[in-house]
């Protein structure tokens, strides 16, 4: 983990993604999506991708462009299906995208354990389910828990409001969701930010993802203020 | 005991949340689930002191935001654009759902498919081929909240009981729920049995005729 | 957990502490101590206590202080023995306070599972060492794992620099420490800060540990500003 | 292919301190144990950009603070009052020991009681009845980092090597050791065998022949 680097375009911070990987991408619902990363990703051209999300895009913008791209080979996530989730749900029903749906907060703690170098957890959710098929179930305590293991990324695409040069993150309000765990849990993590400020900018007692789980930092190129469903 | 209101109708969704939120001790952390639930939020007086958690990443929660106030990085679990209140927080999704894992909310209202007078809920998947699984928080939610309370219409659209003696649909979660808030009637549910708090437009001799579940 | 109290006088906030309680105690060293709520529980009596803390205190103050009043059953940290643990030392050496050994991380990690509802997790510190003695291990991915289990307290006693009325805290630089974590962990979290600040003078995106996990909160009767060493 | 520094005395603790220095790559994310291993800091140019983590829950961390920059809420691990470089940031402990066991510091440098060719590394504990076992960080800082380094003077006093075919401490981390620095030489160790890099004011062959390592 070499210190953060600053890069001038998206073109520069998505470079290198190779087909095949597994690309840990942020928000939820629209709301801390790294749009631009991934409008980068789709020029890259990478593909045979396992994307871990919460949901499987929306309308045809970030990570439904790159489904409808016929980028990603698998979906690990939540909550594919939503009222805007077409171009996942026309691929999912043609058999051109596997799904693994996973618990919300397991998706989460999943990741949290792999940048933390926990091998495996006992977790309460999904017990007795159809989620929980598969899965070794261990009772402490008198409750039953089932054992979930780590989800890693090879890259994380994110995005936070700032980052110093030195790749602190803070994030704004709910756009925050998934952008500090999956930092944690990608070999290489891409962030795209509103802002860049100077180094000594950020109050070191309020950064949020300190700059040691940050790879390659890049501006936005347009800030996405867009709600969902009015757009 | 059972209470029944014999001189109205059954309750509104409206109603129901109403009645719901009569039920919220002051002072708890509450998560709201997608759907009617949401609508309690409205039922809360602001000196209640009722903290509304919403899983993607907030305490302190404000209602829906109109116009000029919405803001693309501010939503709730159902992505609605939502405000903030003074004294609000966020965090990320590891601490949010560890925040309702760990038993830290005092109450969860949850919509449902069913849920069995075992407590078990129904509320994430139809189970019907070619429905696209999706679970969201759900499954989460309904272990993680020390009081899980349900909320729906007690009876389908073609007069089905949805309040059954074990459930049909895949499961959310075990033994979970403690209470169903529906229409016509309140439940006390879980492994001790069942109890019918309160009826709305019908007799507890009809409702528990209707419903089947007791002899 | 209600809404948090603020109270008046530490004599209030560590008021309905029962003996053979579990008590988390927040600080590293003198770092994050919360002197004030340590010296009001020991006005308030409480005894067999199982104290969970990184160290087993520096000089007479303090832990130290609530260790030379008699009223620790067992210490369960990771490290006791420091150059000023004479009062620790000697009650330890007479048979007169227990010792449980934890390894930091997993000190640390161990408070979090119990706040996060996690019934154990897989840990590769310690393992082959005389500390993996009696603890399940697990090979995954090729790697030996130990079977932790969570630290759950009765009441946390922590400090922090400021609180609003309704629990939320923010920490100044490493006095953070175990704080977000005890008050994650135990049943009641007692916290004194150097300031409670009005309602909405915190920056939501900078609250560190939200109201939720706070019970009691009391104004510092002093500041603390002591280093180590030089006191 | 060792490299025999014969023209000097072997190293005094702050000339290894400057010799480790050299090999941590510009740009490191590095925790310095306590003891000898906090003297490497004090040889990083400050262009090599090497940041330092400190257990206790920051990086970016400056050199030691004296008088009047002495805050008693900024230690490092040691306890010792230190000061904060432009662009640290401060974490709580489970974030920083996570950060630590997720392997995404680079290289981690600690002081050893032994240290085996194997990578076996003995550091908290020395196993005396009556001695108060402490193991702080150790343990997780052992397996922690992507690189652990050992720094520790290659005899006691009684002139018993420290680098053994097995330890006779109790452990502290098993096979996670892959380079020892000591004043009289730096060696390579781990599964795949040792190997010996340099020597300091002792020749290969006394070296080995003192050591009793090599047949």
């Known amino acids: 983990m070499a210190r953060a680097t600053v890069l001038g375009t998206t073109d520069e911070a998505v470079a290198g993604i190779e087909d095949g990987s597994t690309v840990l991408v942020g928000g939820f619902g629209l709301a801390g999506m790294p749009f631009d990363l991934i409008d980068a990703l789709i020029r890259q051209g990478a593909g045979d991708l396992t994307v871990v999300a919460n949901n499987a895009g929306n309308g045809e913008v970030g990570l439904a462009a790159l489904l409808k791209a016929g980028r990603v080979r698998k979906m690990i996530c939540s909550f594919p299906r939503q009222a805007d989730s077409y171009v996942f749900d026309g691929l999912y029903r043609a058999g051109k995208v596997e799904l693994e749906v996973v618990p919300q907060g397991n998706l989460a703690e999943r990741m949290r354990a792999a940048g933390a170098g926990i091998g495996g957890f006992y977790c309460p959710t999904a017990v007795g389910t159809p989620l929980a098929e598969n899965k070794e179930v261990r009772r402490i305590d008198g409750r039953d828990y089932l054992l979930e293991y780590p989800i890693r990324g090879d890259y994380a695409l994110i995005s936070a409001d700032k980052a110093d040069p030195v790749g602190n993150l803070v994030y704004r309000k709910t756009a925050r969701n998934f952008g500090p765990v999956m930092a944690t849990a990608a070999t290489t993590t891409i962030v795209q930010v509103n802002e860049v400020v100077e180094l000594g900018d950020l109050d070191p007692d309020s950064v949020i993802t300190p700059g040691i789980h940050v790879d390659r930092i890049v501006q936005a190129e347009t800030r996405h203020y867009t709600v969902q469903g009015t757009r | ?215």
Request: proline content about 6%; glycine content about 12%; some cysteine.
């Open chain 2, 1 to 215: 005991m059972t209470t029944q209101h014999l001189d109205r109708e059954p309750l509104t969704m409206d109603e129901l949340a109403a009645v719901i939120a009569r039920d919220i001790p002051a002072g708890s952390f509450v998560n709201l689930g997608i759907g009617h639930p949401t609508k309690i939020a409205d039922h809360l007086p602001e000196d209640l002191g009722v903290v509304l958690h919403t899983e993607n990443g907030m305490l302190g929660m404000g209602p829906r935001a109109e116009d000029d106030a919405m803001d693309a990085d501010l939503t709730n679990a159902g992505k609605v654009p939502v405000t903030e209140l003074p004294g609000a927080s966020y965090f990320h999704h590891a601490d949010s759902f560890a925040m309702m894992r760990g038993g830290h909310l005092d109450v969860c209202v949850l919509g449902a498919y069913q849920v069995a007078v075992t407590g078990d809920i129904a509320n994430w998947h139809t189970g019907r081929p070619g429905d696209i699984p999706a679970v969201g928080g759900a499954m989460d939610l309904a272990i993680g909240a020390r009081n899980v309370y349900a909320m729906m219409t007690l009876f389908t659209k073609s007069g089905a009981p949805k309040l059954v003696p074990a459930c049909t649909y895949p499961l959310t979660g075990v033994g979970c729920v403690s209470r169903v808030y529906t229409d016509f009637g309140v439940f006390d549910v879980g492994p001790s049995g069942m109890g019918l708090r309160e009826t709305y437009g019908v007799t507890e001799a009809d409702l528990r005729a209707r419903l089947g579940l007791w002899t």
